[in-house]
Nanobody, 123 residues
């Protein structure tokens, strides 16, 4: 499966952004989807994940209550709605797909990755 992330940009603290991850190729509706991020000098970290049906989700503590992951299997697209952004959310955001597990926070469980989209939040 090929993944294309988009929707990043430069915003101010308190603003919102919605990231999209468009998938093509292997059956998207059978994949668990995840969003991860990587800030300069830091390791890639888990942000949010959603099961193939959308019935289960998981979030990092740092984004719980501010970010919402969703998917539209008819459009082969996953989303990450980000509200109340802070400068600490600044990073490159990656979407990823896993056909191995129904839901995971572990970067190693995801075998397919998008190219990343930059999110910069100014104070």
């Amino acid at each position: 499966v090929q993944l294309q992330a988009s929707g990043g940009g430069l915003v101010q603290a308190g603003d919102s952004l919605r990231l999209s991850c468009a998938a093509s190729g292997r059956t998207f509706s059978r994949a668990a989807m995840g969003w991860f991020r990587q800030a300069p000098g830091k390791e890639r970290e888990f942000v949010a994940a959603i099961s193939w049906s959308g019935g289960s989700t998981d979030y990092a503590d740092s984004v719980e209550g501010r970010f919402t992951i969703s998917r539209d299997n008819a459009k082969n697209t996953a989303y990450l709605q980000m509200n109340s952004l802070t400068p600490e959310d600044t990073a490159v955001y990656y979407c990823a797909a896993s056909f191995r597990v129904p839901l995971s926070t572990d970067v190693l469980e995801y075998g397919y990755w998008g190219q990343g989209t930059q999110v910069t939040v100014s104070s």
